[in-house]
């Protein structure tokens, strides 16, 4: 289990990035879509708008790098976002990025460049 990227955060959930079906080879500046339901995620513990919300990566150096990422859609029980990844290899059972939420005073840090 990683560090703690922000004390500030009270929540966080790993979001695996694995497919054992997929070719053993990394794949760079990779998009990929999280998709939040109620069923997969606690909304209750999240800010109104979602902006509380923030993807990290635990995996390479330097460790609990902030990824951009994009809220394409944030509504009661569903939120839609774009994260991108700078490597992956999705044959790695292992492979994860970590979603941290649940910090009240949160500033926007969605970056879409």
């Known amino acids: 289990?990683?560090?703690?990227?922000?004390?500030?955060?009270?929540?966080?959930?790993?979001?695996?990035?694995?497919?054992?079906?997929?070719?053993?080879?990394?794949?760079?500046?990779?998009?990929?879509?999280?998709?939040?339901?109620?069923?997969?995620?606690?909304?209750?513990?999240?800010?109104s708008a979602g902006v509380d919300i923030l993807f990290v990566d635990h995996r390479g150096t330097p460790a609990g790098t902030v990824l951009p990422f994009e809220r394409s859609e944030y509504r009661n029980?569903?939120?839609?976002?774009?994260?991108?990844?700078?490597?992956?290899?999705p044959h790695d059972l292992s492979d994860a990025i970590w979603l941290y939420y649940g910090r009240a005073s949160a500033p926007e840090q969605q970056d879409i460049d």
């Open 77 to 89: 029980g569903y939120g839609l976002f774009f994260v991108r990844i700078a490597a992956s290899n």
């Open 1 to 47: 289990m990683p560090q703690w990227h922000d004390d500030a955060y009270a929540r966080r959930v790993p979001i695996g990035l694995c497919d054992g079906a997929a070719p053993d080879a990394p794949v760079e500046n990779l998009p990929v879509t999280v998709v939040l339901r109620a069923g997969n995620f606690d909304f209750t513990s999240v800010a």
